[in-house]
């Protein structure tokens, strides 16, 4: 798998390979699942299947499940503009960008959705990812008027211009974290959970190379306590994030069922067992 996460002798190679209103036009299965193609948010597009209701959830769950979604039957696009070879593999595509350097991959695209919460909750002290060697890199200090040196195995703190904490300095923040960054050091800075204990914002997550993560990015529940959740990805190269389909069920997908999973969730593009949950600490 080609990345571009890397230190001179200190770094490895680590990255992924890879309430609708009744006027709203729908579409369902003979199972009732319910797609809202006139959907702008996820909440919106993807009704839970029947005898399922949306969980209560903190503000960064609410944040997920209230992104706004490109139009239905949107292609992912590639960083470069060009489409996704695989268009077969998402329900639907966020409208965020993805930028124009090969950059927001996998585990990249999970650090956009916290990084972007916190940034917008103006939490900018709790906006921080280690390096694949463990830097610390925190946009706190960034913020403040310093940047990141890296030079062959060393990598440090510079002073560089006045604070400033503007979206376009997070944002040259946050290249600067993907391009150092990855599932390995991202995992490594997560805490494990379990997975009955699921919660929008967390993330499935295999560090390696290969290696890659995907965000439960909506659940809803039953009254059994059984689950259902949605999982948002980017691949290599870097791609618009997308909320995955379901391959192993078509008739509730994009839901997947924690009542059909024993021990691997199958994802278009990856496998993860249920020992993979990890969580943002806070």
Not at 90 to 114: E, F, N, P, S, T
Not at 153 to 165: C, E, L
Request: aromatic share 10%; net charge negative; hydrophobic share 35%.
């Amino acid at each position: 798998m080609i990345t571009r996460k890397y230190l001179v002798g200190l770094l490895f190679l680590l990255s992924c390979t890879g309430n609708p209103s009744s006027s709203q036009e729908t579409n369902t299965t003979e199972r009732g699942r319910v797609i809202h193609p006139a959907g702008t948010t996820i909440v919106e597009r993807f009704s839970p299947p029947p005898g399922y209701n949306r969980t209560e959830v903190d503000n960064f769950g609410n944040y997920l499940r209230t992104l706004p979604l490109h139009r239905h039957g949107y292609k992912v696009h590639l960083y470069n503009g060009e489409e996704k070879a695989n268009q077969n593999v998402h329900a639907a595509v966020l409208k965020i960008d993805v930028g124009d350097k090969d950059l927001q991959q996998c585990a990249d695209a999970v650090m956009r959705l916290r990084a972007e919460y916190l940034y917008q909750a103006g939490d900018f002290d709790k906006i921080s990812f280690n390096f694949t060697n463990g830097f610390p890199a925190s946009f706190a200090k960034w913020s403040s008027g310093n940047n990141i040196a890296v030079r062959e195995n060393d990598v440090s703190w510079q002073p560089s211009t006045a604070a400033n904490n503007t979206y376009n300095s997070f944002r040259q923040y946050l290249d600067m974290v993907f391009m150092y960054a990855g599932t390995l050091s991202l995992s490594r800075q997560m805490g494990k959970i379990s997975f009955a204990d699921m919660q929008p914002g967390d993330v499935l997550i295999q560090g390696g190379s290969p290696g890659h993560a995907v965000m439960v990015m909506d659940i809803a529940q039953n009254a059994k306590g059984e689950k259902m959740l949605l999982l948002a990805q980017s691949y290599m190269p870097a791609q618009e994030i997308h909320i995955l389909v379901n391959p192993d069920n078509a008739a509730i997908s994009p839901w997947y069922s924690t009542a059909e999973i024993n021990s691997v969730i199958h994802t278009p593009e990856w496998d993860f067992t249920v020992e993979d949950l990890k969580r943002f600490e806070e």
